[in-house]
Structures are given as structure tokens and as C-alpha cells.
């Protein structure tokens, strides 16, 4: 078991608790404990936190529950190895004053010691879970900009016909997006409820962070979900670019096979082996059926031409002032 304790509104590392403690009621002057499953012992008789932690390694959206010894819930923490994506789920058990982290040690320690390194103002516990939870989502806005300019990019690619693309990145960034929009509706639920909570549990300054948060997780799902449509958008136009490669490779085997079809039938007629067939035995008989067979591929081509069947592909589809005027609706809904 690792702890900290609060010290003129900061916190700092303690010393080792007595690893037999396992409820954050006995945790007397050290009000953040951080233990695995193995080390926490749930109270007695307390069926909310003993169900949350049944949850544990099931669930996978933050949520809050009232409980007996205060507000037990599912925290989402940064893991150390995907840098800002929310992977690490641990259960918090928030107390008047006293704040336990059960599962995920290693980046339970990382999050507390990166705000006691950066001296941040934490005068209770539960402003250290308001700031566990906004340090879950402090590097999503940079990633979702990141995001919304490989978008920009494949899409204007699409829009000037080049047939390939960075299939990895398109498809990278689309993964970067799965589970965001049950991550931030659960985070802004919780914010919710813990800023309504209706005894001295949070106080009336914590009550003002958690209300911050909950306006920043609402404004990241806005930005997420008009990502997730622009995603769409650019599944299709890749999908239309295939299918117009498709179409021409099929229409130059219909124009091609249209085009050989009368030849076909003229050498094969004069194929037969018939001794009374015309032009056979005349000195330019040979040199008329040529001439006819290039005057039929001639009159096709020309028929082929002036239909537009000879235009494989099209132009560059660029359309600048819709790409502009689509930057500039994204570059405004980036200042969230």
C-alpha cells in the first residue's frame, strides 16, 4: 500500500501505511491511499462497494455511487504506455476526508506523483479526484486536433482524385476515437453527481471544479462527435474512390471487348474454310477486309468519344471552397 497525505493544500508522498488498513476510514492522517485488489478489505456490510469492486475488471465507463462511507465509484486514470488515452480503470472509494485508489497501482502512483511534483492545489480529497479525473482528459484536446488534421489531410487528398492514401493513419485515427463518446459520458455524469452532491462531503470550491470539468467533458464530446461524422465522411469518399477505380477497369474492358467483337466476327467468317467465298480470289480482297476492319474500329472509337465513354476516371475533384469553408468550421469548433 503507497500513501499520501494532504500538507497546506498539497499533497506529497507519505510514508508506508500499514498494509492490515484497508478501508479509507482507517487511514487516519493519510487521506490517499493507493493499494491493489489483494490489499483492500471493503467494510462490512457495505453491498455498494463490494459490487463495485465485483465490476472492477468488467466495466469499462467511469460512474459514482452513493455509499455508506461516502462516494464509491469507477475512475478512468492515463496508462503509463498509451500516454493520454484513458485505459487504466481503477475503483475510488472518496471519504469526508479520505480518498482510497484500489487496482492499478502503477498508474494510480504515476497521476498522484505527477501532482504533488507540479505542486497543484488540492486542499481536499476531493479535489484530488477532480483532478485525477481532468488529468484523464488534460492531453485530449491536443489529440483530437491531432486527429482532425490527419482527417484535413486525407480528405483533401480524396478531393484531388489520388486513389491512395494512408489507409494505417486513417484507420489509426479512427481507433484513437472508439470508446471516447462512453468515456466522456461517464466522466461527465460523475462530474455531475459529485457537483450535486448534497451534504459537506464536496465542498462549495470543489463543487465549482467538478462543474469546469463537467463543461470541458461536454464540450470534447461535441469536438468527438463531429470527428466521429467527419471519420464517416472520409470512409465513404475512400469507398467512392474505389468503386470509381472499379468502374473504369470495367469500362475499359467493355469498351475494348465492344471494339475486338466485329473484328472477332470478320476474321472468324473469313476463316471458314469455303472454297466460294467473296474476295477470296481477287488481288485486293485481302487488302478490303483490312480496310474494313480498321474503318469499323475507327467508327467505334469515334462512337465511344463522342458518348464520354473514353474518359476513365474524370478530373481532380477539388473543391477548394467547400475544403475552406470546412477548415473553418473545424478550426472554430476546435476552441473549446
Same mark, same amino acid.
Given at each position: 500500500m503507497k500513501t499520501f497525505q494532504l500538507k497546506d493544500g498539497r499533497i506529497v508522498r507519505a510514508a508506508a501505511a500499514d498494509p492490515g488498513r484497508?478501508?479509507?476510514? &482507517?487511514? *487516519?492522517?493519510?487521506?490517499?491511499?493507493?493499494?491493489d485488489e489483494s490489499e483492500f478489505i471493503p467494510p462490512a456490510g457495505d453491498r455498494v462497494v463490494r459490487e463495485v469492486l465485483r465490476q472492477l475488471p468488467h466495466a469499462s465507463v467511469p460512474f459514482a455511487e452513493r455509499?455508506?462511507?461516502?462516494?464509491?465509484? /469507477?475512475?478512468?486514470? #492515463?496508462? #503509463?504506455?498509451?500516454?493520454?488515452?484513458?485505459?487504466?480503470?481503477?475503483?475510488?472509494?472518496?471519504? !469526508? &476526508?479520505?480518498? %482510497?485508489?484500489?487496482?492499478?497501482?502503477?498508474a494510480c502512483m504515476r497521476a498522484l506523483g505527477d501532482l504533488a511534483e507540479e505542486?497543484?492545489?488540492?486542499?481536499?480529497?476531493?479535489?484530488?479526484?477532480?483532478?485525477?479525473?481532468? !488529468?484523464?482528459?488534460?492531453?485530449? #484536446?491536443?489529440?483530437?486536433?491531432?486527429?482532425?488534421?490527419d482527417f484535413e489531410?486525407?480528405?483533401? !487528398?480524396?478531393?484531388? *482524385?489520388?486513389?491512395?492514401?494512408?489507409?494505417?493513419? /486513417? $484507420?489509426?485515427? %479512427?481507433?484513437?476515437?472508439?470508446?471516447? &463518446?462512453?468515456?466522456?459520458?461517464?466522466m461527465s455524469d460523475m462530474a455531475s453527481e459529485l457537483a450535486d452532491e448534497g451534504d459537506d462531503l464536496v465542498g462549495e470550491a470543489d463543487r465549482q471544479r467538478f462543474r469546469a470539468l463537467g463543461r470541458q467533458l461536454d464540450r470534447l464530446s461535441a469536438r468527438l462527435e463531429s470527428l466521429q461524422d467527419h471519420s464517416l465522411q472520409l470512409? %465513404?469518399?475512400?469507398?467512392?474512390? +474505389? &468503386?470509381?477505380?472499379?468502374?473504369?477497369?470495367?469500362?475499359?474492358? @467493355?469498351?475494348?471487348?465492344?471494339?475486338?467483337?466485329?473484328? @472477332?466476327?470478320?476474321?472468324?467468317?473469313?476463316? $471458314?474454310?469455303?472454297?466460294?467465298?467473296?474476295? @477470296? !480470289?481477287?488481288?485486293?480482297?485481302?487488302?478490303?477486309? +483490312?480496310?474494313v476492319c480498321a474503318l469499323v474500329a475507327a467508327l467505334e472509337v469515334l462512337f465511344f468519344h463522342r458518348r464520354g465513354w473514353l474518359h476513365f476516371g474524370g478530373g481532380k475533384r477539388v473543391r477548394s471552397g467547400t475544403r475552406r469553408g470546412r477548415r473553418g468550421r473545424s478550426e472554430r469548433s476546435d476552441l473549446w
Open positions: 484497508g478501508c479509507a476510514a &482507517d487511514a *487516519g492522517p493519510f487521506p490517499i491511499q493507493v493499494m455509499a455508506p462511507e461516502g462516494v464509491v465509484g /469507477l475512475l478512468a486514470l #492515463p496508462a #503509463p504506455e498509451r500516454g493520454g488515452l484513458a485505459q487504466a480503470r481503477v475503483l475510488f472509494v472518496l471519504g !469526508r &476526508d479520505s480518498l %482510497s485508489l484500489v487496482g492499478k497501482p502503477e505542486s497543484v492545489p488540492v486542499p481536499h480529497a476531493a479535489s484530488v479526484l477532480c483532478e485525477l479525473m481532468h !488529468r484523464t482528459v488534460r492531453d485530449h #484536446p491536443a489529440m483530437l486536433s491531432e486527429v482532425r488534421r489531410l486525407l480528405e483533401e !487528398r480524396l478531393l484531388e *482524385g489520388r486513389g491512395r492514401i494512408d489507409r494505417a493513419l /486513417l $484507420m489509426s485515427d %479512427s481507433r484513437r476515437l472508439l470508446g471516447l &463518446d462512453a468515456l466522456y459520458q461517464g470512409h %465513404s469518399l475512400y469507398q467512392e474512390g +474505389i &468503386d470509381i477505380r472499379q468502374n473504369s477497369v470495367m469500362q475499359w474492358l @467493355t469498351v475494348i471487348a465492344t471494339i475486338f467483337m466485329p473484328l @472477332t466476327f470478320i476474321t472468324s467468317w473469313y476463316g $471458314m474454310n469455303f472454297p466460294n467465298m467473296g474476295m @477470296t !480470289r481477287v488481288p485486293w480482297g485481302y487488302v478490303l477486309v +483490312i480496310a
